[in-house]
T-cell receptor, first 114, second 113 residues
Framework: NAGVTQTPKFRVLKTGQSMTLLCAQD?????MYWYRQDPGMGLRLIHY???????AKGEVPDGYNVSRLKKQNFLLGLESAAPSQTSVYFC?????????????FGPGTRLTVT | AQSVAQPEDQVNVAEGNPLTVKCTYS??????LFWYVQYPNRGLQFLLK??????LVKGSYGFEAEFNKSQTSFHLKKPSALVSDSALYFC???????????FGAGTTVTVRA
């Protein structure tokens, strides 16, 4: 049981390049989330999904797109990277059953845009 | 709208002394409250939660937190801090009718030997 995994772990992009971050979870969770973490700002929600085939905008969605074609995967795309997107990105998942209200986090992807 | 405030950027304590990390929240309904810890270059790990019931909640690694509805606070405590408790701590809140968590800015805890 690997929990939540993220690929890649590190990436350097040039301004204008595109990339996709992959999040996978093996806990059969319905809900999945993408956050970015910047110093002094905590975690800010980018997009989230409440089930396969559904996505919704979070607090800071501009410049990002997401897809949830399979229940276990949640992809975050940057179509045209900007230096302001330099950050650490975390994926999380949560069950919709019982008393398990907490989110489980992946190890993060450190992205630098030059 | 829901929000969380962690009024201290940093907390420094000596090993063996009590540790307190403060958190206040704002939410329209009854809150779901959480504490997470992040060690360097790692993801967030769940410590404890308050959903309902007893105001004193016990969690992992000897941590506990007290829910105070009148003061809208959920402070994290540990009676005797360890050097290994040095990390970044996040408080988070969720309205029961919402899917999303709102996080505080985080508090860096340093425990000196």
């Amino acid at each position: 049981n690997a929990g939540v995994t993220q690929t890649p772990k590190f990436r350097v992009l040039k301004t204008g390049q595109s990339m996709t971050l992959l999040c996978a979870q093996d806990m059969n969770h319905e809900y999945m989330y993408w956050y970015r973490q910047d110093p002094g700002m905590g975690l800010r929600l980018i997009h989230y999904s409440v089930g396969e085939g559904t996505t919704a905008k979070g607090e800071v969605p501009d410049g990002y797109n997401v897809s949830r074609l399979k229940k276990q995967n949640f992809l975050l795309g940057l179509e045209s990277a900007a230096p302001s997107q330099t950050s650490v990105y975390f994926c999380a998942s949560r069950s919709d059953r019982g008393s398990s209200y907490e989110q489980y986090f992946g190890p993060g992807t450190r992205l630098t845009v030059t | 709208a829901q929000s969380v405030a962690q009024p201290e950027d940093q907390v420094n304590v000596a090993e063996g002394n009590p540790l307190t990390v403060k958190c206040t929240y704002s939410v329209s309904g009854n809150p779901y409250l959480f504490w997470y810890v992040q060690y360097p270059n790692r993801g967030l790990q769940f410590l404890l939660k308050y959903i309902t019931g007893d105001n004193l909640v016990k969690g992992s690694y000897g941590f506990e937190a007290e829910f105070n509805k009148s003061q809208t606070s959920f402070h994290l405590k540990k009676p005797s801090a360890l050097v290994s408790d040095s990390a970044l701590y996040f408080c988070a809140v969720r309205d029961p009718d919402d899917y999303k968590l709102s996080f505080g800015a985080g508090t860096t805890v340093t425990v000196r030997a």
